[in-house]
């Protein structure tokens, strides 16, 4: 077994004794040298499954074994960067940040994960959750402003996103702005009692926070055609 340890670390080797010794490190449970010689097969794995799966099997070992939510966090990361598009990896990469409470290194791995990404609901749906990281964990509202901003030119009339974003707006005291996302809301209501709330206030907006009287004057004109 020494002589095949000693070998794996020859790059002209490596692949072959690496596949004897990972059957022998699990029959006897030696889950440390099982890490070393998962992450050492990494790069022989040809097809994404397979890569992931290993990878979920280094951080549940780094997690359950060795009680290094650190390293899990790391292999998670890599799993999913691996596919983007697995649900349940992302939830676990999500999870292990909250146990850790490593927000401020999650969010990074969450804009890498969706840089250049061309699925669009995969990126609204990423960016939601960088948004929530920002104001729930966080604590930095302007961030997660700029997150949701990022969403809407994903996709423009995402109900959720614009609710949040008014919400959020309005705790600024941002009310240039603000006056836009609720006039965009009022547009996209199908219930008149709602998209009449919201005109008034457009009409409440332009007239007291932005001064604004034609404006005002224009937007309860539009609440009492309702």
């Keep these: 077994l020494g002589a095949l340890e000693r070998l794996v670390v020859h790059e002209k080797h490596k692949q072959r004794i690496a596949s004897i010794l990972e059957p022998i490190y699990r029959s006897n449970d030696w889950w440390r040298k099982l890490v070393v010689i998962l992450g ?14 290993m990878l979920r099997e280094i951080a549940d070992l780094h997690e359950t074994r ?26 676990m990469l999500v999870a292990a940040a909250a146990r850790l409470g490593a927000w401020d290194q999650l969010v990074p791995i969450l804009e890498r994960g969706i840089a250049g990404q061309y699925d669009l609901d995969r990126v609204a749906r990423t960016l939601r959750r960088i ?7 966080r604590e930095d509202r302007p961030a997660a402003i700029a997150a949701l901003r990022r969403l809407l030119d994903a996709r423009e ?29 009022a547009e996209l209501a199908d219930d008149p009692a709602a998209r009449r709330a919201l005109l008034e206030r457009v009409a409440t907006l332009q007239e007291q926070a932005l001064q604004r009287p034609r404006e005002a004057i224009t937007a309860w004109r539009a609440v009492v055609a309702i």
């Design 40 to 53: 050492a097969q990494l790069e022989y794995a040809d097809e994404s499954p397979r890569r992931v799966a």
């Design 66 to 91: 060795g009680g290094d939510l650190g390293l899990a966090l790391d292999a998670l990361s890599r799993a999913w960067l691996e596919d983007t598009g697995d649900d349940e990896v992302f939830d």
């Design 131 to 137: 948004a929530d990281i920002h104001e729930q964990r």
């Design 157 to 185: 009339d995402d109900p959720e996103a614009l609710s949040a974003l008014d919400r959020l707006l309005e705790a600024e005291g941002r009310s240039a702005e603000l006056v836009e996302v609720v006039g965009r809301r």
